[in-house]
């Protein structure tokens, strides 16, 4: 799969799955632009890394739950590459608690970032993406587990894929719309605070029997960034070694 000539926009892609997402996108030709809220220091090691293996990259700081700040995105990106073409929409937080423990604020934090985010670059891209582009937004096995205290953020995520199959159909101009829906992975902030008997107990749910690495998921990114996706839209995939 070649994404040569393709401008990528991956929103949260200073770290994690992100973060891989961008470097495999950028080692299969695209140029990628790597966006964090709060992370100067990680997004240059991104585009770093990129760079030193021979893809083209670049940071811009923008924070998705703001509309002005997402507008910029878009046009910064335009600006610098001429056009975009793909949106990877992984910006995200989870607040993992039981639902009585929510606060307003907890509330607000996850359906401003993971929601109204997801809202923001839509818009956006209704206008700005390349005819015949792709969008991508990044969900959550979480949405069919009903695992205790992931009652917001699997709302949110739920919000997000109903968002997507909706858009799918309103978009046009040969644009697919897609969510990708990971399971558990292993990054640093996922596995920050988590007991081994608690990542044994996840890793034993799916069929392989362990976590998810990164470059699981970014391999299927890769895919549906790809024109050999096109046929797919509307679509949540789910990523999660048969967890569900």
């Not at 953020?153 to 858009?167: C, G, L």
């Not at 996840?202 to 069929?207: D, F």
Request: aromatic fraction near 6%.
């Amino acid at each position: 799969m070649t994404l040569e000539n393709k401008v990528i926009i991956v929103t949260g892609s200073s770290r994690g799955i992100g973060r891989e997402i961008a470097i495999q996108l950028a080692q299969n030709g695209a140029k990628v632009i790597v966006n964090h809220s709060n992370s100067d220091e990680e997004a240059q090691a991104t585009v770093e890394e990129i760079s030193n293996q021979g893809g083209t990259a670049t940071a811009i700081k923008a924070d998705v739950s703001d509309k002005t700040s997402v507008t910029e995105l878009f046009n910064q990106a335009i600006a610098t590459y001429g056009k975009v073409d793909v949106l990877f929409n992984n910006a995200g937080v989870m607040i993992s608690k039981a639902l009585e423990a929510n606060s307003e604020e907890d509330f607000t934090k996850q359906f401003d970032i993971n929601v109204k985010g997801v809202f923001n670059t839509l818009q956006e891209a209704y206008h700005k993406l390349e005819d015949g582009g792709n969008i991508i937004n990044i969900s959550s096995s979480t949405v069919k587990l009903m695992f205790p205290t992931y009652a917001l953020y699997s709302a949110s995520k739920a919000a997000v894929e109903q968002m997507t199959r909706v858009f799918s159909k309103e978009i046009g101009r040969g644009i697919s719309v897609n969510c990708l829906a990971p399971g558990a992975t292993e990054t640093e902030l996922f596995m920050k605070g988590k007991s081994q008997e608690f990542i044994d107990k996840l890793s034993s749910m799916n069929a392989f029997n362990r976590l998810a690495k990164p470059i699981d998921i970014a391999r299927v990114a890769v895919f549906l960034a790809s024109d050999e996706s096109k046929w797919i839209s509307g679509q949540v995939i789910g990523a999660n070694g048969a967890l569900v």
